[in-house]
């Protein structure tokens, strides 16, 4: 236990950047995934297949070559990164927004017909029907899968720790290095860290799911 | 589908969509060219280069990465499964004195990061890499696992129970004969899409040193020099996004294909609400 209390500060400053790599991973894909998913049920052909694309390929990539390519193959092909965090921040984002895309693709399919069929019907264009009527409703019942996601990225930055970007994982490593006898009072520490934002979150997600979802 | 959100467009629209998809088409190929255009002046598309895939060694070590990824992933699907559905019995026991710890048990498994678990194993148990990579794998997916199943039982109709226990069945039997089959049956495209997530997890051992295909990737370009870094990277990138396209396909596949033994049918690869397919 020694180690795990000499080295609070280490473990804050750790907890400290994977929020900060959650959040701003996490407002990216957010945005870029809402974005895609809106190009995956537009009318034009060629968005939907970038769209399309894009998904397939990235929700079948492994987080880990993700990671390989945006730390170590970017900036061979002279994209230079002043801190390891960009590519992290670059990676994460790319590869979340993905299953991001996919499950508010699923909530506008759950939005029921005749919604759009009315909107159409007293004139409003693609644009509007879309921004109006059928994405505030479509978010509404992704709001928890949305949840479930965020918690898998929260998870999925500890990645970043091995790629040089030193948050809760990569300090976990370097202490359960440097303290051999205490390696698992060390890597509990990390654990209850990362349980510190899991949980709450999971437990946000299925108070949402009860209180939040339009029955239909 | 997405085709209720416009009407079956004009001739006026038809033109908007023709000329939009010519732009995104140039957009995208613009792209693609100032990519190769990247690449030759960094000198990635030499021959020189990609003449090291007429090597035999180099396909050699690429083929014991891909056995190393895919005997991980096989050995821990294998165990996982069983004990997933063990963990999803014990979660809806009866019995709050085995339920309660069980969900305890789950939610710490799902809330941590698998890396994490496969570090715990190796340093604390001080065991070999492929057993951490095995167990992290194991872990986290019979608990993913157990609560897929669950949200099968709990989507079937409660009569299926209600018959069990009024034909006589204790409440164990009705679970293992009447629901976990049908359950299981009907969450098989989420267990088949969460394969696919255990199998790109796999990938995680490269940060505990598992010779895996990305490790192996790492070890030929050290060894051959970093210039082929490139081109080992985009192959072994394509197997492994192949490999995954496949069992994700079958996922897909399989909820095509339905099946009326399952009361309600299957249920949907894709994530749904429910917990299906965590990345």
Same mark, same amino acid.
Do not use: H
């Given at each position: 236990?020694?180690?795990?209390?000499?080295?609070?500060?280490?473990?804050?400053n750790g907890f400290l950047r994977t929020l900060f790599l959650?959040?701003?991973?996490?407002?990216?894909?957010?945005?870029?995934?809402?974005?895609?998913?809106?190009?995956?049920?537009?009318?034009?052909?060629?968005?939907?297949?970038?769209?399309?694309?894009?998904?397939?390929?990235?929700? +079948?990539?492994?987080?880990?070559?993700?990671?390989?390519?945006?730390?170590?193959?970017?900036?061979?092909?002279?994209?230079?990164?002043?801190?390891?965090e960009?590519?992290?921040?670059?990676?994460?984002?790319?590869?979340?927004?993905?299953?991001?895309?996919?499950?508010?693709?699923?909530?506008? +399919?759950?939005?029921?017909?005749?919604?759009?069929?009315?909107?159409?019907?007293?004139?409003?264009?693609?644009?509007?029907?879309?921004?109006?009527?059928?994405?505030?409703?479509?978010?509404?019942?992704?709001?928890?899968?949305?949840?479930?996601?965020?918690?898998?990225?929260?998870? +999925?930055?500890?990645?970043a720790?091995?790629?040089?970007v030193l948050e809760l994982?990569g300090y976990?490593?370097?202490?359960?290095?440097? +303290?051999?006898?205490?390696?698992?009072?060390?890597?509990?520490?990390?654990?209850?860290?990362?349980?510190?934002?899991?949980?709450?979150?999971?437990?946000?997600?299925?108070?949402?799911?009860?209180?939040?979802?339009?029955?239909? | 589908?997405?085709?209720?959100?416009?009407?079956?467009?004009?001739?006026?629209?038809?033109?908007?969509?023709?000329?939009?998809?010519?732009?995104?088409?140039?957009?995208?190929?613009?792209?693609?060219?100032?990519?190769?255009?990247?690449?030759?002046?960094?000198?990635?598309?030499?021959?020189?280069?990609?003449?090291?895939?007429?090597?035999?060694?180099?396909?050699?070590?690429?083929?014991?990465?891909?056995?190393?990824?895919?005997?991980?992933?096989?050995?821990?699907?294998?165990?996982?499964?069983?004990?997933?559905?063990?963990?999803?019995?014990?979660?809806?026991?009866?019995?709050?004195?085995?339920?309660?710890?069980?969900?305890?048990?789950?939610?710490?498994?799902?809330?941590?990061?698998?890396?994490?678990?496969?570090?715990?194993?190796?340093?604390?148990?001080?065991?070999?890499?492929?057993?951490?990579?095995?167990?992290?794998?194991?872990?986290?997916?019979?608990?993913?696992?157990?609560?897929?199943?669950?949200?099968?039982?709990?989507?079937?109709?409660?009569?299926?129970?209600?018959?069990?226990?009024?034909?006589?069945?204790?409440?164990?039997?009705?679970?293992?004969?009447?629901?976990?089959?049908?359950?299981?049956?009907?969450?098989?495209?989420?267990?088949?899409?969460?394969?696919?997530?255990?199998?790109?997890?796999?990938?995680?051992?490269?940060?505990?040193?598992?010779?895996?295909?990305?490790?192996?990737?790492?070890?030929?370009?050290?060894?051959?020099?970093?210039?082929?870094?490139?081109?080992?990277?985009?192959?072994?990138?394509?197997?492994?996004?192949?490999?995954?396209?496949?069992?994700?396909?079958?996922?897909?596949?399989?909820?095509?294909?339905?099946?009326?033994?399952?009361?309600?049918?299957?249920?949907?690869?894709?994530?749904?609400?429910?917990?299906?397919?965590?990345?």
């Amino acid at each position: 236990m020694d180690a795990v209390i000499e080295s609070l500060p280490l473990y804050w400053n750790g907890f400290l950047r994977t929020l900060f790599l959650s959040v701003t991973s996490g407002v990216i894909a957010l945005v870029l995934g809402t974005l895609l998913a809106a190009a995956r049920v537009s009318p034009v052909a060629a968005l939907r297949g970038f769209s399309m694309t894009y998904v397939e390929v990235l929700r +079948n990539t492994p987080l880990t070559i993700a990671f390989f390519f945006a730390a170590i193959v970017l900036p061979r092909l002279g994209v230079k990164f002043e801190q390891f965090e960009v590519a992290a921040i670059i990676a994460l984002s790319a590869y979340t927004a993905a299953f991001i895309a996919e499950a508010v693709r699923s909530g506008v +399919n759950s939005v029921p017909v005749g919604q759009a069929e009315a909107a159409r019907s007293i004139g409003m264009k693609f644009g509007q029907v879309l921004s109006l009527i059928i994405l505030p409703q479509a978010l509404r019942t992704v709001i928890p899968p949305l949840i479930n996601i965020l918690i898998a990225l929260v998870k +999925n930055s500890s990645v970043a720790g091995a790629f040089f970007v030193l948050e809760l994982f990569g300090y976990g490593r370097q202490l359960a290095n440097a +303290n051999g006898d205490q390696v698992m009072a060390v890597l509990l520490g990390v654990a209850f860290f990362y349980l510190l934002i899991t949980i709450p979150l999971g437990i946000l997600a299925s108070t949402v799911e009860r209180k939040v979802a339009i029955a239909r | 589908m997405s085709s209720v959100l416009y009407d079956v467009p004009g001739p006026k629209a038809r033109r908007v969509s023709l000329i939009g998809s010519i732009v995104g088409t140039v957009l995208i190929l613009g792209l693609l060219a100032w990519i190769v255009m990247t690449f030759a002046q960094q000198g990635i598309l030499e021959g020189r280069r990609w003449a090291i895939f007429t090597r035999a060694d180099v396909w050699m070590l690429l083929g014991n990465g891909i056995g190393a990824t895919l005997s991980a992933a096989a050995v821990a699907a294998v165990i996982a499964f069983p004990l997933g559905l063990l963990l999803c019995l014990l979660r809806i026991s009866d019995l709050p004195a085995i339920r309660i710890p069980t969900r305890i048990v789950l939610e710490f498994l799902r809330g941590m990061p698998v890396v994490l678990m496969m570090l715990f194993i190796l340093l604390v148990f001080g065991t070999n890499q492929f057993i951490a990579v095995v167990a992290g794998l194991v872990l986290y997916n019979a608990a993913v696992f157990a609560e897929i199943i669950r949200a099968g039982i709990q989507s079937l109709p409660k009569g299926q129970r209600e018959a069990g226990l009024t034909v006589g069945l204790t409440s164990f039997q009705s679970r293992m004969i009447i629901e976990l089959p049908q359950a299981v049956r009907r969450m098989m495209p989420s267990l088949v899409a969460q394969l696919v997530v255990l199998l790109k997890d796999t990938s995680l051992g490269y940060i505990v040193a598992y010779g895996e295909l990305l490790r192996a990737v790492q070890v030929m370009a050290d060894f051959l020099g970093t210039q082929f870094l490139f081109p080992i990277f985009f192959v072994a990138a394509a197997i492994y996004i192949a490999i995954n396209l496949c069992v994700s396909r079958i996922a897909v596949w399989i909820e095509r294909r339905g099946s009326t033994k399952a009361a309600g049918g299957v249920a949907k690869a894709e994530p749904e609400p429910i917990e299906a397919a965590v990345p």
